[in-house]
């Protein structure tokens, strides 16, 4: 099969997860002009990795997931051993640069052009040492390491008169995530930011390597713990696709009852602190209040209050009762009701309004240009939700039967994430409820055997946007490459923009609004 | 002066050092069950002082003298400005040394170190915490020099015990023209006190901050001293508030027996005006920073109404 009639022949991934097609690029330049007519056709730039290939086929191969209507293409290049080098392709999709440092940082394959500045090496390691390729000596694991020399970086200057730089972070004076913004300013107002992540950088993909399916599996929950059950579902998909396995339809009721209770807990804690940041601190008390009688139900029916590893490839590893499923349904409407008298407090109250109104606004142009998903991108008017049906699409089981109705804004400011958020809890206490109810009786596991040379792409709506793994077992059925990619990648560049225009104090209510990950897209 | 009159003012301004983080503790309170917490004790800020004074000064490596020297500054304006403040007896012995204006004036010194010492260390955060607290003040002393002016023309004095006694101690009349300048009044003592709406006093975001991002270098006993002249600061200005617009209860003379009724009176005074300030931070969030100029513009606006109506319809009377 072909797609905009470029000379690459795809394949239809096996299995009942999102319609994914694969296919291989036979050279950079075919790459290139896959990668401009997707950008015609609409799409996005939705996950760009490396993997050294070089013990099986002598190559490294370089993989970019494009997003489309209809689905998800997956290209896939081979490039030489000696001189890995491939075509930028930040010109076409922006959201490619960060990617493509990334991977040039932990395989060494880099692009031809484009921004060479280093992402996720901050002098932990030295700039020709790749830790992601077969032949690095596990140096670091074995804990003598490499001396950590601090790293200088370039950021862009910005000139004229009056404009100076304020750094903020990586260290902050809250307990949040490390993250460095530069800010180019003139007095309040922001002419530039510049963001330098990667001070959270684990080296979660070199763990990945070597390991069985079940280590995996409870691994790909912790890539960023507040979205668990998306990457843990993600991961269980692209294994179920690689080795041909089909979970039982319990098992799909389950995941999805658990993924939209965690975009519930996630959205009532963003709601109270967008609250918190204009200072309404009665919102931010109500909606904590909420969110931890949330997180104790789940603790109560899951075992755990994030539920981390409940979801395993083949199915969930606990079945839910009558009494529990009882007890959820009970909660949504409970929950339901105060989330709508506090949605109209949000709504009424003038100050806060005024704090959200055009606050941090972005296009649905620029969210598409920037390769934008979820909240952020539809409260710019993207229709964009793995879970609903559009044109040309069906959702994965569960979300066919369930007929999702994905929540959209046009404003693009803080006001309308803040009402995505709302519309989002609203519509997930109702999937909540129908899946409570119309849960289908079966088993809630089937075994995955590991499939020696499966490969696979998983890819799961989160709460934050659209989650991809992707998956390739080595010839004895262990995990030789897993990358698990977060919607952040995206969208860590569009609040570089919407935070311009804006002043400086308005930013930390933007970047709550956000609410984006360090842990997952530094890996 | 009679040794009365001494120990009466030495004892408002061991009062005023003691209530003053009382004071900040209780508004802490109130904002938390207002936000169905549980509340911190009464006494958190004393622990917390006490906290402080036995921990080590950390002192940035291009902070110059004038960065030790601020908070001494800083604190000791506070000091003054409690003491000429009347809030037990009008008969204070300090009283003739400044006057309202020179009260706003002291007020004023102790903004300049403030924002001086932020500026020394050369931080950006400290930078802009001056810059912004500048703005705030430079917006924020013109309406408050307003609203003294208003009480000033009905006393016929500038001296704030002059003032409270004529309010205080005469026929009770009701004047319109306070009316005007108490709202106005309490808008600039939200703005200056670094309260919701202008400021947010608990924030952990440093962007956004007015006071707290000034005060982000400092440690130890330095820290204690800004944190206790923040009290002091609030209890001078809800005495302030209190003395102009509610002196009822205010002593005459120094009488043991005024002052011990005084004492309570003023006790009362100040936990309704915290429980009051609570509320208000409570149902506001903050506004935009370049909507504080229109939210002290209009502190302006009223104080000069005040005036006017004092002007043109109380001087008949």
């Known amino acids: 099969m072909r797609f905009f009639g470029e000379p690459i022949e795809f394949e239809k991934q096996a299995g009942i997860g999102g319609p994914v097609w694969l296919g291989r690029a036979e050279s950079g330049e075919a790459l290139q002009a896959f990668a401009v007519a997707a950008h015609r056709a609409d799409g996005r730039l939705a996950a760009l990795w490396g993997s050294d290939e070089r013990r099986r086929s002598g190559c490294f191969r370089v993989h970019c997931v494009f997003g489309f209507m209809a689905g998800h293409i997956r290209v896939s290049l081979d490039l030489p051993a000696e001189h890995p080098v491939y075509p930028d392709l930040s010109g076409i999709f922006p959201a490619a640069s960060r990617m493509q440092r990334a991977t040039r940082d932990l395989v060494g394959i880099a692009t031809a052009g484009g921004d060479q500045r280093p992402w996720l090496r901050h002098g932990a390691w030295p700039a020709d040492w790749y830790p992601l390729r077969h032949d690095a000596a596990q140096l670091a694991n074995a804990g003598a390491g490499f001396p950590n020399a601090p790293s200088d970086y370039d950021f862009v200057p910005v000139g004229g008169e009056g404009a100076h730089e304020i750094p903020v972070g990586p260290i902050h004076a809250g307990i949040i995530e490390p993250g460095h913004f530069r800010f180019s300013v003139i007095g309040e107002r922001v002419l530039r930011l510049e963001q330098r992540l990667g001070y959270q950088h684990k080296g979660v993909e070199k763990l990945f390597v070597g390991r069985n399916l079940a280590e995996g599996a409870r691994l790909a929950g912790r890539v960023s713990g507040d979205s668990t059950c998306a990457y843990a579902w993600a991961y269980a998909s692209a294994v179920e696709a690689a080795c041909g396995a089909s979970p039982p339809p319990r098992a799909l009721g389950l995941r999805a009852l658990m993924l939209e209770r965690e975009r519930v807990a996630n959205h009532l804690g963003d709601l109270g602190a967008l609250g918190n940041d204009a200072a309404l601190a009665f919102g931010f008390s109500q909606f904590m209040r909420l969110k931890e009688d949330w997180l104790r139900l789940n603790a109560k029916l899951f075992g755990q209050r994030f539920m981390m590893d409940r979801i395993v490839p083949g199915g969930t590893t606990l079945d839910l009762e009558a009494p529990a499923l009882r007890a959820i349904v009970e909660q949504c409407e409970a929950v339901g009701r105060e989330v709508k008298a506090l949605g109209k407090i949000y709504d009424e109250h003038a100050g806060l309004q005024d704090r959200f109104l055009t606050t941090g606004a972005i296009d649905a142009d620029l969210a598409r240009e920037l390769s934008l998903t979820g909240v952020a991108a539809r409260a710019t008017g993207l229709i964009l939700d793995a879970r609903a049906h559009r044109q040309g699409y069906t959702p994965p089981p569960p979300w066919a039967m369930l007929g999702v109705r994905p929540a959209t804004d046009e404003r693009g400011d803080v006001a309308a994430r803040a009402a995505v958020r709302f519309a989002e809890i609203v519509e997930s206490l109702r999937l909540l409820r129908e899946l409570a109810v119309g849960l289908p009786d079966s088993e809630v596991c089937v075994e995955a055997p590991p499939q020696p040379g499966g490969d696979g792409l998983g890819v799961i709506e989160g709460w934050r946007g659209e989650v991809l793994v992707g998956v390739a077992l080595d010839g004895e059925g262990r995990l030789a490459r897993v990358h698990p990619h977060d919607p952040s990648w995206q969208a860590w560049p569009a609040l570089e923009h919407a935070v311009m225009r804006d002043i400086v104090p308005d930013f930390p209510l933007i970047n709550k609004s956000f609410n984006l990950s360090y842990s997952g897209a530094d890996l | ?317």
């Open chain 2, 1 to 317: 002066m009679n040794i009365f009159g001494f120990l009466g003012q030495l004892f408002a301004i061991a009062l005023a050092l003691l209530l003053a983080p009382l004071l900040t503790g209780w508004v802490n309170q109130c904002r938390a069950w207002l936000q169905n917490r549980s509340a911190p004790p009464l006494l958190q800020p004393y622990y917390m002082l006490h906290k402080l004074f036995l921990k080590d000064v950390v002192l940035a490596h291009g902070a110059s003298p004038l960065f030790r020297f601020a908070p001494f500054v800083v604190f000791g304006c506070m000091v003054l400005a409690c003491a000429i403040i009347p809030t037990l007896s009008t008969d204070l012995p300090f009283a003739p040394a400044a006057d309202t204006i020179a009260l706003v004036g002291v007020f004023g010194l102790a903004r300049i170190f403030i924002s001086l010492a932020a500026m020394d260390v050369g931080t950006a955060f400290g930078t802009l915490g001056g810059r912004r607290e500048m703005l705030v003040g430079f917006l924020a002393e013109p309406a408050l020099l307003m609203v003294i002016f208003t009480t000033a023309m009905i006393s016929q004095s500038t001296s704030v015990a002059t003032i409270v006694e004529t309010l205080a101690h005469r026929d009770f009349i009701i004047y319109p023209s306070l009316a005007f300048a108490g709202i106005a009044f309490t808008f600039v003592s939200f703005a200056e006190n670094a309260r919701v709406p202008v400021d947010n006093p608990a924030t952990h975001l440093e962007l956004t901050m007015i006071h707290e991002a000034m005060i982000l270098e400092y440690s130890g006993r330095h820290l204690a001293l800004i944190e206790w002249a923040a009290s002091l600061k609030l209890y001078a200005y809800s005495c302030l508030g209190l003395a102009l617009f509610f002196p009822w209860g205010i002593a005459e003379g120094n009488s043991v027996a005024g002052l011990l009724l005084a004492i309570p009176v003023l006790v009362a005074k100040l936990a309704i005006g915290g429980a009051l300030l609570a509320v208000i931070e409570t149902i506001n969030a903050k506004v935009r920073i370049f909507r504080a100029p229109e939210f002290l513009g209009t502190a302006f606006l009223f104080a000069v109404l005040g005036l006017l109506v004092r002007l043109l319809l109380e001087t008949q009377s």
